[in-house]
């Protein structure tokens, strides 16, 4: 089982709220991920970091913003939730050694109201 | 990357091995065969990979054929939990980021 989780598992929230979905892995992996997907839809990846410092955006155009103090966390935050975020959050992390796959965490259902 | 087709759906019944197909005819020599699955809500799942041979594991096999413009993936006795989007993916082994693009996936069925 891979160590990457991500809290909350669920969340109901009201528009305008400012949130944040926290990830955190116990791997020692650099590169962490963001992916949204809706339901029964494909993932895109909205944010990656290839370390500390690092955040990038991904091939989905995303409001939210990420950071990347610290190897194990990568927290994602809205700054003002609306309905179009609801969406499903999934987090992942990989090593820089082989076979590079990714493991993800079991992601965040988000509603917003 | 290179681009993947898979069919959308599959049904398989219980116990009898599952045959998932991937084309990637575009894919660059260079390029490793990637297979994730996502069960119902849950985040996906790596697989197996492989880049020209044959390769198995203790989930599945994937076989690959010799032109590398096709894969497909065997779960030898799928199981009710088997049922998941199954997703195939190609790209270059430890790019910079370690990058992968999700399509939509075949969607499998085991059925009792």
């Known amino acids: 089982e891979a160590d990457i989780y991500q809290t909350p598992r669920y969340l109901v929230i009201g528009t305008g709220k400012k949130i944040t979905l926290e990830c955190s892995q116990t791997m020692g992996h650099d590169k962490m991920y963001w992916y949204q997907q809706d339901p029964g839809m494909e993932l895109h990846l909205i944010h990656y970091s290839y370390g500390v410092n690092s955040t990038e955006k991904g091939d989905l155009s995303s409001e939210s913003t990420v950071s990347r103090i610290r190897t194990e966390h990568f927290p994602l935050t809205l700054e003002s939730a609306r309905p179009s975020h609801t969406s499903q959050y999934l987090c992942?992390?990989?090593?820089?050694?082989?076979?590079?796959?990714?493991?993800f965490g079991p992601g965040t259902r988000l509603t917003v109201t | 990357d290179a681009k993947t087709t898979q069919p959308p759906s599959m049904d398989c019944a219980e116990g009898r091995a599952a045959n998932l197909p991937c084309n990637h005819s575009?894919?660059?020599?260079?390029?490793?065969v990637y297979w994730y699955r996502q069960i119902h809500s849950q985040g996906p799942q790596y697989i197996i990979h492989g880049l020209k041979n044959n390769e198995t594991n203790e989930m599945a096999s994937l076989i690959i054929t010799e032109d590398r413009k096709s894969s497909t993936l065997i779960l030898p006795h799928a199981t009710l939990r088997d049922t998941a989007v199954y997703y195939c993916i190609v790209r270059v082994e430890g790019n910079a980021g370690n990058m992968l693009t999700f399509g939509g996936g075949t969607r499998l069925m085991v059925k009792p």
């Open positions: 992942a992390s990989s090593s820089d050694r082989g076979p590079y796959e990714q493991y």
């Open positions: 575009t894919i660059s020599g260079n390029e490793y």
